[in-house]
């Protein structure tokens, strides 16, 4: 077999009628439309993981905390933490566990949460 000359393939085309011209015109405008689309999205995207990477959060070693937090008689602390502002502390007292949530800056307890077997 011999192989086929494709050189002179493009003479034999036929220019597109009007209503495929416009065709293809509305397919080029919806590309350009879907692409910038898609490259405001990218740019969306590594805008955000760059603020969240630049952003200053606060150190909690820079905080300030009350110097002291009252537990209560006999309690004995298992557990703390430093979540969303708030002092977590997990404490067993009388054969109960608690969980403690305690303003850290003023050392108020703001809440108590008993866990009971049932």
Do not use: C, H, W
């Amino acid at each position: 077999m011999s192989q086929p000359d494709f050189r002179d393939e493009g003479s034999e085309e036929t220019p597109l009628d009007p209503a495929a011209q416009r065709i293809q015109a509305k397919l080029k405008r919806l590309l350009l439309g879907s692409s910038l689309v898609m490259f405001a999205g990218f740019f969306a995207v590594f805008a955000a993981i760059f603020y969240k990477i630049n952003t200053n959060q606060e150190d909690p070693a820079d905080a300030a905390f009350a110097a002291t937090v009252s537990v209560g008689q006999g309690a004995e602390v298992l557990q703390a933490t430093l979540s969303e502002g708030l002092m977590l502390v997990l404490v067993r007292q009388d054969g109960e566990t608690a969980l403690l949530r305690i303003d850290p800056k003023t050392g108020e307890l703001l809440g108590r949460t008993e866990f009971v077997a049932r």
